[in-house]
């Protein structure tokens, strides 16, 4: 059993409210079986709703909010600011930090609204509608050679890898020639492993790419996002900088789509009742799937932290001005304060709140694309393959290692 331990505070104290300040804790990477949640998380929700913590990299201590109303209430209010985090070295799991002009994770409104107009018309439900039958022909084709060559077979390397990649590529813009070596390089930038150098490397690869493209398609009438930034550019709405750190982050995001999955279909093939029921009533499929993205924990630690712009009371507790504060949305998610008996996997869940996508205007941009890849994995796979079932044992299922997304490295399934 993993403990929490207790840190000697450095930096300043909070101002006193009458309440002591929480102790900081140490949170490390544990490299964690399955779909097992953070034991040190569970230890700080624990603990209450707003903590202190340390993590690996960076420096000095971070607030952590878990309960639902306070993730949502900082998420919301532009008295916590991302933009404010890259002016100094604020304790992270990452062990690289450059954010790059243009991201939209760094910005605060107005500036966010600004920087996301350009791509917002790749990323709506219509968008998503008319891209429907290309996404389900790339997932035909790749369950196609699967089930040709017959059981068993590795799903995250047949169809799970795969399938984002094509389809982010698909609404990127990316040349199918270069799909390959942007994958190497997004599986290198989220991996906790390689040190900083590799993590360089990756980021100057991917990101030098990007300018490139940009560079290219100045005068494409495209609607891919690639053509779409270079449009922007090219009327002086942004920046070519600017241009090439949005794309970044929307070009990593299939990694996400791919764990994500995993770990949903592992659930899937792990709870025979689950599967029985997702398999036999298609039409609530919604439901389960909402639930699952509830459930999973789906990242070690915790994601992007905001700086408080003045003093901020929560919880009993003074977030004083220029101190970094993170929010867990897995804690959020598993609130029993809005979530009843919120541990266990309930299918038909309603009302079902979750923040699986974040919350306020850093809400995910590509929320509706990743959903839209969900159910079409989902639907495919359990219609196509009649009986899929894990090919070895649970515990024989290889999980990823020393990275912030969470998720099986290998699914060997049989069918």
Known sequence: MTTIETSTSTGPEPPSTGQEPPP???????????????????????????????????????????????????TNDPRFSRAEVVR?????????????????????????????????GAFTVGAMKRLRPRAQEILDELVDGMVREGPPADLVERVLEPFPLYVVSEVMGVPE??????????????????GAEAADRAKNGLYGWITAIVRARARSAGEDVYSMLAGAV???????????????PLQIGGE???????????????????????????????PVLDELLRWIPH??????????????????????????????????????????DPDRIVPDRDPNQHLAFGNGHHY??????????????VDTLLD?????????PPEEVRWRQQTMIRGPRTLPVTW
């Not at 920046?239 to 090439?244: M, R, T």
């Open 256 to 286: 996400a789509v791919t764990h994500n999955c995993g770990q949903m279909l592992y659930l899937l093939l792990t709870r025979p009742e689950l599967m029985e029921r997702t398999r036999a009533r298609p039409e609530e499929r919604g």
């Open 88 to 120: 100094g070295q604020v304790t992270r799991l990452a062990p690289n930090f450059a954010p790059r002009p243009g991201s939209l994770a760094w910005a605060d409104q107005p500036d966010h609204n600004r920087l996301r107009k350009p791509i917002a």
């Open 24 to 74: 900081v804790r140490e949170w490390p990477v544990i490299d964690l079986e399955g779909t097992e949640f953070d034991p040190v998380l569970a230890g700080l929700v624990r603990e209450g709703p707003l903590t202190r913590i340390r993590l690996p990299f960076g420096e000095g201590w971070a607030w952590l909010a878990t309960r639902y109303e306070h993730v949502k209430l900082i």
């Open 234 to 248: 090219a009327r002086g709405e942004i920046g070519e900088e600017e241009a090439v750190g949005l794309a970044g």
């Open 177 to 194: 020639t270069d799909r390959e070596q942007v994958h190497a390089w997004t599986r290198q930038i989220i991996s906790l492993t390689g």
């Open 299 to 340: 990242r070690s630690t915790v994601g992007l932290a905001r700086i408080a712009l003045e003093d901020v009371e929560i919880a009993g507790h003074r977030i004083a001005a220029g101190e970094p504060v993170y929010v867990s949305y897995l804690a959020a998610n598993r609130d029993p304060a809005l979530f009843e």
């Open 384 to 392: 196509r393959l009649p009986g899929l079932r894990l090919a070895v």
């Open 364 to 377: 995910c941009t590509g929320a509706v694309l990743a959903r839209l890849q969900l159910e079409l994995l």
